[in-house]
């Protein structure tokens, strides 16, 4: 596995912390259409000793998940971002089919350990829910289970082969929560069989998943994570490393080490499989002295995180 990392906010301030604690890679959101600007961001990383090898967050996908009259243009956007990162060989890119654009929360305060402030769902009234993350389309027509999974095909089709000859490997991030149903709108990608169903849709190395293991392990199946890790590994090209205290309908953010899961084991089951793809540490707790602005994505957790993990890894004795 090679230890990635998101730098929020993106600057050679804190590309440098990356680089003085360890990450190999750096994780990159949406740049935009624009070639010069990747490869800025590319050179940027690259003067600071790493490799720029994911981008993922803020990659629009709203119009061709719920077919929209404007689904080709888009479609035809995420084909030129395919190209552009194939040019710049940057190899991974992560996107999601969740309806509402990204993960969903109804707090960003809830303490953990120290009084680190954390996020939290709680979907015990979902007719009461209210995200508070800002990603929250209006739901007046919904897009129906069978039409997600009609359009995801459709979309794979046509940007998988771009894929294929550009050298870029797409990473599906499951749906957060991992629920099928949220504010009267379906969702189709919270277990493992939808995973399956998904990569047999267009079967192809290239077609992959982003394995959260916070969006895993919050699911009320109450899968044991290790063996998902397992289960999916020939089609992981990139993982989320996190971790979460409960499970739908109720569940919050936890430290990777104050959490339900054996992060130990998960790491155990990457190595394993032989997995050589990015992880990184997702959705890490705001510590003090830090404003909240980016909840989950602040850098003091993130430090800390790549310590946890490396130190797991050198105490398994994974190379």
Request: proline fraction near 6%.
């Amino acid at each position: 596995m090679k230890t990635a990392l998101l730098v929020t906010p993106f600057d050679d301030h804190h590309l440098q912390l990356a680089a003085q604690v360890g990450t190999e890679e750096i994780v990159s959101i949406y740049p935009g259409l624009e070639r010069k600007t990747l490869r800025s961001i590319r050179k940027q990383v690259e003067n600071y000793g790493m490799k720029l090898g994911v981008i993922e967050r803020y990659v629009p996908t709203l119009d061709f998940i719920h077919g929209t009259e404007q689904r080709e243009a888009q479609t035809e956007d995420f084909k030129t971002l395919i190209r552009n990162l194939g040019e710049e060989e940057v190899p991974v890119l992560c996107y999601s089919w969740m309806p509402d654009d990204d993960w969903q929360r109804t707090s960003l305060t809830a303490k953990e350990r120290g009084g680190a402030l954390v996020s939290e769902c709680d979907l015990r009234n979902l007719d009461a829910f209210e995200s508070v993350t800002g990603f929250d389309r209006p739901q007046e027509n919904p897009t129906s289970e069978s039409d997600l999974w009609d359009n995801l095909e459709r979309f794979l089709n046509e940007v998988i082969p771009v894929a294929e000859a550009s050298g870029v490997r797409l990473a599906m991030h499951p749906d957060d929560p991992p629920v099928s149903l949220l504010k009267g709108q379906a969702r189709i990608l919270s277990t493992p069989e939808a995973f399956e169903k998904m990569v047999a849709l267009v079967d192809s190395p290239t077609n992959g998943i982003c394995f959260c293991q916070g969006s895993f392990a919050s699911h009320e199946n109450d899968y044991e994570i290790p063996d998902l890790i397992r289960r999916l590994a020939d089609h992981i090209v990139f993982a989320h490393f996190r971790d979460v205290v409960g499970a739908v309908p109720y569940f919050r953010e936890s430290f990777h080490d104050n959490g339900k899961t054996d992060m130990a084991a998960c790491l155990r089951a990457y190595h394993e499989a032989g997995l050589d793809v990015p992880i990184r540490p997702d959705h890490v707790p705001t510590l003090a002295g830090e404003t909240n602005e980016f909840p989950g994505y602040h850098m003091l957790g993130r430090l800390w995180a790549v310590g946890y993990m490396k130190g797991l890894a050198d105490g398994l004795g994974l190379d």
